[in-house]
């Protein structure tokens, strides 16, 4: 059983940050990629960012310069640390894994931009 637990969503003001957290088990945390994509009402899921096990990272060109993904490897977790948010940043924000052939995904956290 794969668990993928999120945390950290909230409301913010345009221009504030966020930092959300994505706990999971250890094997699965060492061995596999993980990363964060974001679903917006009526939108398709998108990527937000990801990072390999190794540290190596990718940020979807809306986040590029706004958005930091790391591991911390002491408590299992993988981190998004979002910055100068816009109201379009909106959505509910999830945590995923692939552990082929299968993408797990956690139970979503909710981001709202607005003044």
């Known amino acids: 059983q794969v668990q993928l637990v999120e945390s950290g969503g909230g409301l913010v003001q345009p221009g504030g940050s966020l930092r959300l957290s994505c706990a999971t088990s250890g094997n699965i945390f060492s061995t596999y990629n993980m990363g964060w994509y974001r679903q917006a009402p009526g939108k398709q899921r998108e990527l937000v960012a990801d990072?390999?096990?190794?540290?190596?990272?990718n940020y979807a060109d809306s986040m590029k310069g706004r958005a930091t993904i790391s591991r911390d490897n002491a408590k299992n977790t993988v981190n998004l640390q979002m910055n100068s948010l816009k109201p379009e940043d909106t959505a509910v924000h999830y945590c995923t894994v692939l552990i082929v052939p299968t993408r797990y995904w956690g139970q979503g956290t909710q981001v709202t931009v607005s003044s």
């Open positions: 990072i390999t096990s190794g540290g190596t990272t």
